[in-house]
């Protein structure tokens, strides 16, 4: 798995967060019976969303449960799955955060 498809997920919760978030602004204006509609296709493609990050979560817990050292597991996780910065990574696992970078880094250019 490559550190683009890690970070797909990533991705698709950011923009699930905004697409919730420019839902709930703006759902006052869709209440209006001719907007009804509109506003369930626009709750769907929300719907869809979420599905497909979980569907991309579960591919990259199966992906971190092939891997064998822990301490790399821990990273990749806490990044690509938790959406964890850096610099808060390096506080969970006691590292810096160029260090912890520097190892998934490394992992990912050698095992794909």
Known sequence: MT???????????????????ELGSNRARYIMDENKEIN?????????????AA???????EYLNEIDDPEIRLILRL??????????????IF?????ALRKCMRFLDKCC
Do not use: H, V
Request: proline share 2%.
């Open 55 to 61: 569907r991309e979560l579960l591919c990259i817990e």
């Open 3 to 21: 550190e683009s498809d890690l970070s797909k997920y990533f991705w698709l919760a950011k923009e699930i967060e905004a697409l919730e978030k």
């Open 40 to 52: 369930k296709q626009r709750e769907k493609i929300l719907s869809n969303k979420m599905n497909e």
């Open 95 to 99: 590292m810096s955060p160029s260090g």
């Open 79 to 92: 990044r690509y799955c938790m959406r964890m910065t850096w610099e808060a990574i390096g506080d969970e």
